[in-house]
C-alpha cells in the first residue's frame, strides 16, 4: 500500500498501477477470508447481529479515515499522502496482531457448534460430498440475484449523486455530501437495531421490508426538481433501509453454507454484489448521458424494486431462535 504514495511522490504512473495492482491483488486474497470468520465463530441464529458490528465496525474505519486525511493530508500546496498511507498501513498492521492473539478461532468455532449443531453433509457412497438440494440451490440462486439487483440501484445512486446534484438540482460546493453522510449515519444507528429485529421477526422478512422502502424512497426521490431539506428526510430513510438489506442479506447466503463451504459461500455474495458495483456505474452512466439526469432515481428504484421479486422465493437462510440452554429459560419471559 506504501507503494502508492511513493509513486505519486515520483510522479511514476507504472509504479502506480503496480503498487494499486498489489493492494487490490492482497484484498481478493483476505477479503472473503475474514468476513467468513464472522459465520465460521457465530452461531446462526445470531449471524445477522454479528454481521450488524461487521458493518458498524467498517463504517467507524471509514470515519475513521476521514478524520486521518483531515488531519494528515495538508490543505494547501502538493498533498503528501505518505503518512496517512503509513498510519492506515500500521492500524491494519496492528489488527492482525490482535486477530492472531485474540481470535482463538477453533476454539470459537468449536464453542459455537457446540451452541448450534449442524446436520453433518451428506454423502455419496464414494464418500464424496452430495451435491446441494435442489430447492436450497434455487433459494440460493434467487437471493444472488437480488444482492445484484439492489446493488445495481443503490450503487448507482451513490455513485452518481453528487454529479447529480450539480447538474440537475443546481447545487454547488460539496452540500451533496450531506445527504450521503446522513444517510450513512442513518445506517450507522440502525444496524444494531436492525440485526435485534431480524432476530425477532426473521431475515427475509427484515429484507422486503428494507427493499420495498428503499424501492419507494428512490422512487420519491424523483419528485423533487430542486435540493430541498426534505431531501434529508429522504435520506434518513435510504439509511435505515439500507440497513435493513445489508445486514441480513450475507447471513441467508452463508447459512445456506455447510462447515468448510463458508468461504466460498462468501465469495459468491461478493462476486455478484460487486459484478453489479461494476457494471451499474457503466449502465446508469450511459442513461445520464445520452438520455437525462433526471433517470438516476427511476433507474435505482426500478432495479431495487425488482430485487423485491426474486426476494420472495428465497425459502432457506432465514435466522432461527436461539434455543434456550436449559428448559427452565423457556418459562423466562417478560410480562
Same mark, same amino acid.
Given at each position: 500500500?506504501?507503494? &502508492?504514495?511513493?509513486?505519486?511522490?515520483?510522479?511514476? +504512473?507504472?509504479?502506480?498501477?503496480?503498487?494499486?495492482?498489489?493492494?487490490?491483488?492482497?484484498? %481478493?486474497?483476505?477479503?472473503?477470508? @475474514?468476513?467468513?470468520?464472522?459465520?465460521?465463530?457465530?452461531?446462526?441464529?445470531?449471524?445477522?447481529?454479528?454481521?450488524?458490528? &461487521?458493518?458498524?465496525?467498517?463504517?467507524?474505519?471509514?470515519? +475513521?479515515? /476521514?478524520?486521518?486525511?483531515?488531519?494528515?493530508?495538508?490543505?494547501?500546496?502538493?498533498? =503528501?499522502? +505518505?503518512?496517512?498511507?503509513?498510519?492506515?498501513?500500521?492500524?491494519? #498492521?496492528?489488527?492482525?496482531?490482535?486477530? &492472531?492473539?485474540?481470535?482463538?478461532?477453533?476454539?470459537?468455532?468449536?464453542?459455537?457448534?457446540?451452541?448450534?449443531?449442524?446436520?453433518?453433509?451428506?454423502? =455419496?457412497?464414494?464418500?464424496?460430498?452430495? *451435491?446441494?438440494?435442489?430447492?436450497?440451490?434455487?433459494?440460493?440462486?434467487?437471493?444472488?440475484?437480488?444482492?445484484?439487483?439492489?446493488?445495481?440501484?443503490?450503487?448507482?445512486?451513490?455513485? @452518481?449523486?453528487?454529479?447529480? #446534484?450539480?447538474?440537475?438540482?443546481?447545487?454547488?460546493?460539496?452540500?451533496? @455530501?450531506?445527504?450521503?453522510?446522513?444517510?450513512?449515519?442513518?445506517?450507522?444507528?440502525?444496524?444494531?437495531?436492525?440485526?435485534?429485529?431480524?432476530?425477532?421477526?426473521?431475515?427475509?422478512?427484515?429484507?422486503?421490508?428494507? @427493499?420495498?422502502? /428503499?424501492?419507494?424512497?428512490?422512487?420519491?426521490?424523483?419528485?423533487?426538481?430542486?435540493?430541498?431539506?426534505? &431531501?434529508?428526510?429522504?435520506?434518513?430513510?435510504?439509511?435505515?433501509?439500507?440497513?435493513?438489506?445489508?445486514?441480513? %442479506?450475507?447471513?441467508?447466503? !452463508?447459512?445456506?453454507?455447510?462447515?468448510?463451504?463458508?468461504?466460498?459461500?462468501?465469495?459468491?455474495?461478493? %462476486?455478484?454484489?460487486?459484478?453489479?458495483?461494476? !457494471?451499474? *456505474?457503466?449502465?446508469?452512466?450511459?442513461?445520464?448521458?445520452?438520455?437525462?439526469?433526471?433517470?438516476?432515481?427511476?433507474?435505482?428504484?426500478?432495479?431495487?424494486?425488482?430485487?423485491?421479486?426474486?426476494? /420472495?422465493?428465497?425459502?432457506?437462510? =432465514?435466522?432461527?431462535?436461539?434455543?434456550?440452554?436449559?428448559?427452565?429459560? #423457556?418459562?423466562?419471559?417478560?410480562?
Amino acid at each position: 500500500m506504501l507503494l &502508492i504514495p511513493i509513486a505519486d511522490d515520483v510522479r511514476s +504512473l507504472w509504479l502506480f498501477i503496480a503498487g494499486l495492482l498489489l493492494v487490490l491483488l492482497a484484498m %481478493s486474497v483476505y477479503r472473503s477470508p @475474514a468476513v467468513a470468520l464472522m459465520p465460521d465463530v457465530t452461531p446462526k441464529p445470531l449471524r445477522s447481529k454479528a454481521n450488524a458490528i &461487521i458493518n458498524l465496525m467498517g463504517a467507524v474505519g471509514g470515519m +475513521l479515515t /476521514l478524520l486521518l486525511i483531515s488531519a494528515l493530508v495538508p490543505k494547501t500546496g502538493k498533498p =503528501d499522502y +505518505l503518512p496517512l498511507f503509513a498510519v492506515v498501513a500500521v492500524i491494519m #498492521a496492528g489488527s492482525i496482531v490482535v486477530l &492472531i492473539f485474540k481470535v482463538k478461532e477453533r476454539a470459537a468455532a468449536a464453542e459455537a457448534a457446540a451452541q448450534d449443531p449442524e446436520e453433518e453433509p451428506q454423502t =455419496d457412497s464414494d464418500g464424496t460430498p452430495a *451435491p446441494m438440494e435442489k430447492a436450497v440451490k434455487r433459494s440460493l440462486v434467487f437471493i444472488l440475484i437480488s444482492v445484484a439487483l439492489w446493488f445495481m440501484g443503490y450503487n448507482a445512486v451513490t455513485t @452518481a449523486f453528487s454529479k447529480y #446534484a450539480q447538474v440537475y438540482w443546481g447545487l454547488q460546493g460539496g452540500g451533496f @455530501a450531506n445527504c450521503l453522510l446522513i444517510a450513512t449515519g442513518a445506517a450507522i444507528i440502525s444496524y444494531i437495531p436492525v440485526g435485534i429485529i431480524a432476530t425477532k421477526i426473521g431475515r427475509k422478512k427484515t429484507i422486503l421490508f428494507g @427493499a420495498g422502502l /428503499l424501492a419507494l424512497s428512490f422512487a420519491c426521490g424523483t419528485l423533487f426538481r430542486s435540493f430541498s431539506p426534505a &431531501i434529508n428526510v429522504l435520506f434518513v430513510v435510504v439509511g435505515i433501509a439500507w440497513a435493513s438489506i445489508n445486514v441480513n %442479506s450475507y447471513p441467508m447466503v !452463508v447459512e445456506m453454507s455447510r462447515g468448510s463451504d463458508v468461504g466460498k459461500f462468501t465469495g459468491f455474495y461478493y %462476486s455478484f454484489s460487486m459484478a453489479a458495483q461494476i !457494471v451499474t *456505474p457503466i449502465l446508469s452512466g450511459a442513461l445520464l448521458e445520452h438520455v437525462g439526469y433526471y433517470t438516476l432515481f427511476p433507474y435505482a428504484a426500478v432495479f431495487v424494486g425488482l430485487s423485491f421479486v426474486p426476494m /420472495l422465493f428465497v425459502k432457506h437462510g =432465514d435466522s432461527k431462535p436461539m434455543p434456550p440452554a436449559s428448559k427452565l429459560e #423457556a418459562f423466562n419471559v417478560e410480562d
